[in-house]
């Protein structure tokens, strides 16, 4: 199984990037799936997280900011985000948890930078 995150980048205040993670490389079944992010000397965070059947939840710092989406046809899922902020930067993690392993995989995390 393997997770491809890709879309970080140097943002200015304000600004929106969108992020990808695709998974490759298995037949299993892919039900949730959530974005968090690592900020500099902070804990792992749940940012986003998306059920099979699309029922979506944030944390209450980026709601009505950033929207989570999938396409299960292309088993990716994307983060889409909408007027960033300092407090945004972070390496964003995407993970897969899949069936009937049972099991969450981390793709390998792509840098969001925010400037002022």
């Known amino acids: 199984v393997q997770l491809q995150a890709s879309g970080g980048g140097l943002v200015q205040a304000g600004g929106s990037l969108r992020l990808s993670c695709v998974v490759s490389?298995?037949?299993?079944?892919?039900?949730?799936v959530g974005w968090y992010r690592q900020a500099p000397e902070k804990q792992r965070e749940l940012v986003a997280g998306i059920t099979r059947r699309s029922v979506t939840n944030y944390a209450d710092s980026v709601k009505g900011r950033f929207t989570i989406s999938r396409d299960n046809a292309k088993n990716t899922v994307y983060l889409q985000m909408n007027s960033l902020s300092l407090e945004d930067t972070g390496v964003y993690y995407c993970?897969?948890?899949?069936?009937?392993?049972?099991?969450?995989?981390w793709g390998q995390g792509t840098l969001v930078t925010v400037s002022s």
């Open positions: 993970n897969f948890y899949l069936t009937p392993v049972d099991r969450g995989y």
């Open positions: 490389g298995t037949t299993f079944r892919i039900n949730d």
